[in-house]
């Protein structure tokens, strides 16, 4: 099985820590950009025939905020061009300063039957800092539309003047109000972004701080009964999104629209952050692919160490072995031993413990090095 994401590049407004390519002042051309991402699906249909998709992704950006009968058309044209498994997990994220009864009716009239709820923050004043458009009145209502519906709702960790109890106010009213799956990130500033000046000037949080409103996020999470299956991601049993679990276990998927990336037959590729190029590329009839590798054999273990360490699972040797046709506990002993205090072993798993999830990009690393 695979996936298929689809970028859809629009939103009201620019978050303050926003690096994804959106555009919120071009929502005008949404009618037009859907027609060319539907142009893409029919451009890679031959190409993809012997595939089977359990998963539909729609993210961004902000997909509710453009006309939700171009979203129920992009569910169409999946089904139309694609094998889109009939028990498919169909996602679409939303911004709760976006969505109606009528469009939460029409999405899952169409098939979508997951939603993913950018809450971010329960407190007020810290939505308007990180440029989010809605409130916390508005994340209610928008839960309340969805009340009897699988969703799931992110939770941004490190903002400015955040601490470990609004973390967990957040927790609790993503879970009072009926989500299934909880993400909790922490915030990234990237160069570029107007919450990089806050970064530079001292303004965020610092790391010990961050790992403390981990800490007591993850423990108000298990004590909710949400367990953790990835260093950021949590759900009750049974709703973990099968879409990331195909990202994290390095399966296969396809991207449609500006930036969306793909991995298909071990060959990674992405399209042009640029819309004008897009719709170039799409109009003359060319694919937008800007950047394609084709990663060998030692490229793909390094990444299904690096995505496996990062699950709670972690590395199932029997697999490791079928891929790659060696012992992991052969070839990494060194790290093995070297990690031995933050990693657990047993004859079937090799897992980062649970009290070192947060920080395992260290242990990665003395992993990735021991392959130098």
Same mark, same amino acid.
Request: charged share 25%.
């Given at each position: 099985?695979?996936?298929? %994401?689809?970028?859809?590049?629009?939103? $009201?407004?620019?978050?303050?820590?926003?690096?994804?390519?959106?555009?919120?002042?071009?929502? !005008?051309?949404?009618?037009?950009?859907?027609?060319?991402? %539907? @142009?893409?699906?029919?451009?890679?249909?031959?190409?993809?025939?012997? %595939?089977?998709?359990?998963?539909? *992704?729609?993210?961004?950006?902000?997909?509710?905020?453009?006309?939700?009968? !171009?979203?129920?058309?992009?569910?169409?044209?999946?089904? $139309?061009?694609? /094998?889109?498994?009939?028990?498919?997990?169909?996602?679409?994220?939303?911004?709760?300063?976006?969505?109606?009864?009528?469009?939460?009716?029409? *999405? /899952?009239?169409?098939?979508?039957?997951?939603?993913?709820?950018?809450? &971010?923050?329960?407190?007020?004043?810290?939505?308007?800092?990180?440029? #989010?458009?809605?409130?916390?009145? &508005?994340?209610?209502?928008?839960?309340?539309?969805?009340?009897?519906?699988?969703?799931?709702?992110?939770?941004?960790?490190?903002?400015?003047? &955040?601490?470990?109890?609004?973390?967990?106010?957040?927790?609790?009213?993503?879970?009072?109000?009926g989500a299934s799956h909880i993400s909790m990130y922490a915030l990234s500033p990237e160069d570029g972004t107007p919450i990089y000046t806050d970064y530079l000037n001292g303004e965020l949080p610092?790391?010990?701080?961050?790992? =403390?409103? !981990?800490?007591?996020? *993850?423990? $108000?999470?298990?004590?909710?009964?949400?367990? @953790?299956?990835?260093?950021?991601?949590?759900?009750?049993?049974?709703?973990?999104? #099968?879409?990331?679990?195909? *990202?994290?276990?390095?399966?296969? %998927?396809?991207?449609?629209?500006?930036?969306?990336?793909?991995?298909?037959?071990?060959? @990674?590729?992405?399209?042009?952050?640029?819309?004008?190029?897009?719709?170039?590329?799409?109009?003359?009839?060319?694919?937008?692919?800007?950047?394609?590798?084709?990663?060998?054999? =030692?490229? &793909?273990?390094?990444?299904?160490?690096?995505?496996?360490? @990062?699950?709670?699972?972690?590395?199932? #040797?029997?697999?490791?072995? #079928?891929?790659?046709?060696?012992?992991?506990? /052969?070839?990494?002993?060194?790290?093995?031993?070297?990690?031995?205090? !933050?990693?657990?072993?047993?004859?079937?798993r090799i897992k980062i413990k649970d009290e070192y999830l947060f920080v395992q990009n260290t242990i990665i690393i003395e992993f990735l090095r021991n392959r130098l």
């Amino acid at each position: 099985m695979a996936g298929i %994401y689809v970028h859809i590049p629009f939103c $009201k407004a620019k978050c303050r820590y926003c690096d994804f390519a959106s555009f919120p002042e071009k929502l !005008y051309l949404a009618e037009s950009y859907m027609a060319c991402v %539907y @142009r893409e699906m029919a451009m890679r249909k031959e190409e993809l025939k012997g %595939y089977n998709f359990d998963t539909l *992704y729609i993210g961004g950006g902000t997909p509710s905020v453009v006309d939700e009968n !171009y979203i129920a058309m992009l569910v169409a044209a999946a089904k $139309k061009n694609f /094998s889109l498994s009939p028990s498919a997990e169909i996602t679409i994220e939303i911004n709760p300063g976006t969505v109606s009864a009528g469009k939460i009716d029409l *999405y /899952s009239k169409c098939g979508i039957n997951r939603f993913s709820v950018g809450l &971010q923050t329960a407190i007020d004043s810290q939505l308007a800092e990180i440029g #989010r458009i809605h409130t916390l009145n &508005q994340f209610v209502t928008c839960a309340k539309l969805l009340k009897g519906k699988n969703f799931s709702v992110d939770v941004m960790i490190g903002l400015k003047g &955040q601490t470990p109890d609004d973390v967990i106010k957040t927790i609790e009213v993503a879970a009072a109000f009926g989500a299934s799956h909880i993400s909790m990130y922490a915030l990234s500033p990237e160069d570029g972004t107007p919450i990089y000046t806050d970064y530079l000037n001292g303004e965020l949080p610092d790391a010990d701080e961050v790992a =403390d409103m !981990y800490a007591a996020g *993850y423990k $108000k999470l298990e004590e909710l009964g949400f367990h @953790r299956y990835e260093v950021s991601n949590f759900a009750k049993k049974g709703k973990e999104s #099968r879409h990331n679990l195909n *990202y994290w276990k390095r399966g296969e %998927y396809i991207g449609f629209g500006v930036s969306a990336s793909s991995h298909i037959g071990n060959v @990674r590729f992405t399209n042009t952050f640029g819309l004008d190029e897009y719709f170039k590329c799409l109009l003359s009839g060319n694919l937008a692919v800007v950047d394609r590798e084709t990663v060998d054999k =030692d490229g &793909q273990e390094e990444e299904f160490i690096m995505l496996a360490l @990062r699950t709670s699972a972690g590395i199932d #040797r029997e697999e490791y072995t #079928r891929l790659f046709g060696k012992d992991f506990i /052969s070839e990494y002993k060194d790290a093995i031993n070297k990690m031995n205090g !933050y990693i657990e072993v047993t004859p079937r798993r090799i897992k980062i413990k649970d009290e070192y999830l947060f920080v395992q990009n260290t242990i990665i690393i003395e992993f990735l090095r021991n392959r130098l």
